[in-house]
């Protein structure tokens, strides 16, 4: 979907540059279209039908035509239509609509229901496959290899054509019908002249656009003069699939499909890409046309796609994804994985455990603690309760004073092959050892989030509590979270023989301190205590961890024989920009502070093209005049209502333009619109083509949320 960024950027007379200076800062929550998609497989009785056109009428109701006759949509199936019984017992051939009404094409009649049925025409073709509505009920019947004109019930003329015929269409400004064949276009007038006009090889559809008509090939499409038919371009093939079977101007866009999904051609040549489950029952597209309430019907080989367009704010949306994450993403207050044993069956779904179930959490929490400072809704708050329970059960049920675990849940629900549980103190209960700094970012930057907004002091004071039993166990243990085993976990390492061994292109050095600065400083902040900021001063001094922290982004990159450096990490970005969030907003003294925005602006800097709205609002919180306002915008609105994990393959599209591989693995020049790509939390690639999950997971909503409630709060969104 592309849609209009309107940002606020109105200069007043008075004091203009202060006002700019804000505009360019905030954007007023304003209603775009929000496309979605209903998916109407066949029913399971209707399994190989053969379905041939969708159309709607000015009812709103919609039929396919199939093999089997016409086809209705029911309770999220395609089924027989019995509506209008004589139909049932018809051989329907073809069907279009006329002045909002159906007509239909049967082996012996052009007949409708409309009009007090008065509509009834014989046309005596034995090989009638498809026909065309003219002006005054005129119309024309086509064959295989010959074609009829009717004013009315008599016959004008048939005319044979030269091999069989795809299309049949009426020119309502030339007052004439147009016949389609592999290799011509045939103008046919009601009084029964017949010329061809227009001959190129492998023509497969036609449409009528203001001023050209378009021309759908095995390799492209092309626009010939209204008029003249005269060819106005060359044969255009950037384009996703260039095997157009199917074109259909709707309202301000052309649609296409193909075998590989449909696309819609926007007027400023712009393209939206419509492929995969996400948005269709499968990818070989068959026909399309207007739906009701202005959506678009895609019929492909084994059902029909409604694309709907609805209008929507930032705020609907969120509401959207609120009810989403509640419904089924809550496991013990954890912002959990939802795991389907059939791809896109949410009845099969059932909630799982993840490695990261403290980081997950700790996102869906900041958002929940941004909408509540916003809007102070109890509902919000009490979300923000739980799901901080959740976490701070992670720290209590481990024997490890101040080691947060990684997840827990039930005994005797866990894979035998997974020593990484343990047994809780309570029988009832296992928890996830090995614990990650993925995990302990996490609870940094979300306890800081709750100590500052939550109402109710006793709150506040358990999240302090929290921070520091972690950070006291990491100071106490050299720099380590210590395990149930005694050792330190893979990657809870945060002493400096394990940083500073690592050469200034590896990314860990520099994340490390980034990490580990921002902890003591956040435990200093909301303890007092001066032994954290003595540590922390002694990592500078001693250890240059400032130093560390202060090395140029773009300098990481590959190192022989450094398994770590083979491609860049985006889990660490996520982790590194979580943290700046702590880093910045506690820093000891301004002179820090300001280092540290500049070492965050150059890593934001390095971002961009991935239009990322958590970086670039993180990145705001620094008091960044520029920070991609509308870059990020876009992103919340291109953001899919559907979170299911299809599988999507952009890497064969003919309209993008690929980079050659590269460290940072950016694929485009321009990163898709992420209802284009696979779906992935904010530690994926977003140049990332091909990818999913078999349609067997969905994800939380907290992927949309955290970042729309923090522009909230940063009052960057209004």
Known sequence: ????????????????????????????????????????????????????????????????????????????????????RPLADMQIRDMEVHEGQFVFLTD???????????????????????????????????????????????????????????????????????????????????????????????????????????????????????????????????????????????????????????????????????ASNRWLVDDAVIDIAPGPDGSVLILSKTGLSIIHFEPMTLAGKAE????????????????????????????????????????????????????????????????????????????EITPMEGFPARSFDRAGYQVADKPRWQPAADAHWVWKATTSSDEIVGHFFVYAIFAEIVPDQSWRDRAVALIDAIMDHIVRNDWYLVDYDGKPTQWGRWHPEYVNRFPRQVGDRRLN?????AFLQTAWHFTGKDIYRQKAFELFEKHGYLDNIMIPIWEIGRVPGIDLTTEWNHSDDELAFLSYWNLYRYAFNEDLREQYRRTIKEHWQIERPEKNPLWNFIYADTGAEQFDLAESIWSLQQ???DTIGWDIRN?????????????????????????????????????????????RREFSGDIYLLPYWMGRYLGVIH
């Open 1 to 84: 979907m592309k849609t209009t960024i309107t940002i606020l950027c109105c200069v007043l007379v008075t004091g203009g540059v202060l006002v700019a200076k804000e505009a360019a800062r905030t954007y007023r929550d304003e209603s775009f279209l929000q496309d979605y998609s209903e998916r109407v497989p066949l029913a399971s009785e209707l399994h190989g039908a053969q379905l041939r056109k969708v159309r709607a009428d000015r009812n709103g109701r919609v039929l396919v035509l199939s093999d089997k006759g016409l086809l209705q949509v029911h309770e999220g199936r395609l089924k027989p239509d019995r509506l209008h």
């Open 108 to 274: 012996k009649h052009v007949l409708s229901n409309a009009w007090a049925g008065r509509f009834l025409a014989s046309h005596k073709m034995r090989d009638a496959e498809r026909f065309a509505m003219g002006t005054a009920f005129d119309f024309l019947v086509a064959g295989s290899e010959r074609v009829a004109c009717f004013r009315g019930p008599d016959a004008v003329r048939e005319l044979s054509t030269e091999g069989g015929v795809r299309q049949a269409v009426f020119d309502p400004v030339r007052k004439q019908f147009l016949v389609l064949t592999e290799t011509a276009l045939w103008r046919v007038t009601s009084a029964g002249e017949q010329a061809a006009v227009f001959r190129h090889g492998q023509m497969n559809c036609l449409a009528p656009t203001d001023e050209d008509w378009w021309m759908g090939t095995s390799n492209g499409y092309l626009r010939l003069d209204r008029r003249s038919f005269e060819q106005r371009s060359d044969i255009e093939t950037k384009v996703p699939c260039t095997e157009i079977l199917c074109i259909r101007p709707i309202g301000d866009k052309t649609w296409f499909g193909t075998p590989r999904g449909a696309f819609a051609m926007n007027r400023d040549g712009t393209i939206d890409y419509y």
């Open 639 to 641: 953001f899919p209502l």
């Open 320 to 395: 959207h994804f609120d009810k989403l994450t509640r419904r089924r993403h809550i496991r013990y207050g954890f912002n959990s994985a939802f795991a389907m044993s059939e791809p896109g069956d949410l009845s099969t779904g059932t909630l799982i455990d993840e490695d990261n179930d403290g980081l997950w959490t700790s996102m869906y929490l900041a958002g929940e603690l941004f909408r509540y400072a916003v809007t102070r809704s109890d509902e919000a708050l009490r979300n923000c309760y739980e799901s901080f329970e959740a976490m701070e059960r992670l720290t």
């Open 513 to 517: 301190s980034v990490e580990i600065i």
């Open 651 to 695: 890497s064969d599209r003919r309209d993008l333009t690929f980079l050659e591989p590269n460290f940072r693995e950016q694929s485009t020049p321009e990163v898709l619109p992420p209802d284009e790509r696979p779906m992935s939390k904010y530690n994926g690639n977003a140049f990332r083509l091909d990818g999913g999950e078999g349609g």
